[in-house]
């Protein structure tokens, strides 16, 4: 965010409650101040008049027992009034399903938030063993194949601004996320798709396209994905892709009529 903070528009306060509700993950029921204040990496006195404001607003709400705080419905609104703009879901879930079913994984619509993945609609094959992963799921951008397909569809600015922030927050693990990412778009320009195969979770394959959603629209992707044992390398690649690739084309053609 240092580059946004030198920007004399930017606004700090906005940006900061913004990051509280952000940090809030599916599986988390409540936080606390302290354990919002590690996430976003913000003074614990910050967070508390963050917190009290966005509870006054119905951003968030106060659980009386733990003094912890729950997402609000104010922040349901907000979502549910940008899926039902989301169009796209409607036309891709049947698509998606039909390839879902083949592959016998789960096919997976997303778009990007910070260094995550949000999922916004989710297709699974009747198979026993698919990915325990639904809408509102988070996976992080830089190792899964889902958010290696929008880093492949960017222009090389966004790209690039990204890949630093990514690098200036863990710097440790940078030089193999780079390594990935590089593989990734070198992948997307010989094979149409990303990949991931156990750089997310080491026993989860997937392969992702990202497209074009409509006219002024950031790009979303899709992934398909599920356990290795049941989804080898080989047939995501030889089976799965030219049907993804197919899929996403199709997508594109009739969004962007």
């Given at each position: 965010?240092?580059?946004?903070?030198?920007?004399?528009?930017?606004?700090?306060?906005?940006a900061r409650g913004?990051?509280?509700?952000?940090?809030?993950?599916?599986?988390?029921?409540?936080?606390?101040?302290?354990?919002?204040?590690?996430?976003?990496?913000?003074?614990?006195s910050t967070v508390s008049r963050l917190t009290f404001t966005l509870t006054r607003l119905g951003y968030l709400v106060q659980v009386e027992d733990t003094g912890k705080y729950r997402?609000?419905?104010?922040?349901?609104?907000?979502?549910s009034a940008m899926l039902a703009r989301m169009d796209v879901r409607q036309i891709a879930r049947p698509l998606m399903q039909e390839l879902a079913d083949f592959s016998r994984a789960m096919v997976s619509l997303g778009t990007r938030d910070r260094f995550s993945m949000i999922y916004v609609e989710n297709c699974r094959s009747s198979a026993a063993?698919?990915?325990s992963l639904d809408v509102g799921s988070r996976i992080p951008v830089s190792t899964s194949a889902i958010g290696r397909a929008w880093l492949a569809a960017v222009d090389q600015r966004e790209r690039a601004d990204f890949i630093e922030r990514v690098?200036?927050?863990d710097d440790l693990s940078w030089p193999a996320i780079r390594a990935g990412i590089d593989q990734a778009l070198e992948d997307h320009a010989r094979l149409g798709v990303t990949c991931s195969f156990g750089d997310?979770?080491?026993?989860?394959?997937?392969?992702?396209?990202?497209?074009?959603?409509?006219?002024?629209?950031?790009?979303?992707?899709?992934?398909?994905?599920?356990?290795?044992?049941?989804?080898?390398?080989?047939?995501?690649?030889?089976?799965?892709?030219?049907?993804?690739?197919?899929?996403?084309?199709?997508?594109?053609?009739?969004?962007?009529?």
């Open positions: 965010m240092s580059r946004q903070k030198e920007d004399r528009h930017f606004v700090t306060a906005l913004l990051e509280v509700l952000a940090c809030y993950r599916s599986a988390d029921k409540a936080l606390g101040n302290q354990e919002i204040a590690e996430r976003c990496k913000l003074p614990k997402l609000g419905t104010a922040t349901l609104s907000l979502g063993l698919t990915l690098r200036e927050i997310w979770q080491k026993d989860v394959n997937g392969i992702a396209r990202a497209f074009r959603p409509g006219p002024g629209m950031p790009p979303m992707a899709l992934n398909c994905g599920g356990p290795s044992f049941n989804l080898s390398q080989a047939f995501l690649l030889d089976e799965v892709r030219p049907r993804l690739i197919d899929l996403t084309q199709r997508l594109e053609s009739t969004l962007l009529r």
